[in-house]
């Protein structure tokens, strides 16, 4: 009954490795994001995917693809990956602000349980 | 562009006693305003939000936050907290028409008994 999901949990690997964290969500939401929680506890968007459609990117280093087969899954694949990027990474969805007009000032997101990566 | 600030990173409060956490934001356009929780191990949970209309809003359990435009404030508060409060408290500022949510630094509150 999970709304929202991540796989793994927890992540610890070599500085350099690739490695991919999993996101899938049941709620029929059109939109999903990748959210980076640094060891300060600062929050920050990554990524935002609309139906399959890169929506927002911010400045994130291209290491970091996001990867949607699907508009229920967001995947995030790091490459060669640095001491820096050990972090809380959250998954979350909302419906799609365009298409639901009831919503639409609403888009509440709902947060997977995070995946913390730690780079060794 | 949006920013957001909470006051205080710690607030430890004993069982019964009012609570008050501070959010503080900025932004050029108009915002709607979010305090979500996280308790331990877990995701974050959405525990009001400030969209329109009536200033102050509450949550399920006990919590309520006004929303201040002129002091740009939307403080979190409960008059009387209980140990399973403890938890990660995160105020979080979109704009109005379709943006990403900021979040403040997070405000860890403990409750002891």
């Known amino acids: 009954d999970t709304a929202v999901s991540q796989t793994p949990k927890y992540l610890v690997t070599q500085m350099g490795n690739d490695k991919s964290i999993k996101c899938e969500q049941n709620l029929g939401h059109d939109t999903m994001y990748w959210y980076k929680q640094d060891s300060k506890k600062f929050l920050k968007i990554m990524f935002s995917y609309n139906n399959k459609e890169l929506i927002i990117n911010e400045t994130v280093p291209n290491r970091f693809s996001p990867k949607s087969p699907d508009k229920a899954h967001l995947n995030l694949h790091i490459n060669s990956l640095e001491l820096g990027d050990s972090a809380v990474y959250f998954c979350?969805?909302?419906?799609?602000?365009?298409?639901?007009?009831?919503?639409?000032?609403?888009?509440?997101?709902?947060f997977g349980p995070g995946t913390r990566l730690t780079v060794l | 562009a949006q920013s957001v600030t909470q006051l205080d990173s710690q607030v430890p409060v004993f069982e019964e006693a009012p609570v008050e956490l501070r959010c503080n934001y900025s932004?050029?356009?108009?915002?709607?305003l979010f305090w979500y929780v996280q308790y331990p191990n877990q995701g974050l949970q959405l525990l009001l939000k400030?969209?329109?209309?009536?200033?102050l809003v509450e949550s399920i359990n006990g919590f309520e936050a006004e929303f201040n435009k002129s002091q740009t404030s939307f403080h979190l508060r409960k008059p009387s907290v209980h140990i399973s409060d403890t938890a990660e408290y995160f105020c979080a500022v979109r704009g109005t028409s379709y943006g990403k949510l900021t979040f403040g630094q997070g405000t860890i509150l403990t409750v002891h008994p």
């Open positions: 400030y969209l329109s209309g009536s200033t």
């Open positions: 932004s050029s356009v108009s915002v709607y």
């Open positions: 979350a969805s909302s419906q799609d602000v365009r298409r639901d007009s009831y919503t639409r000032d609403h888009n509440e997101q709902f």
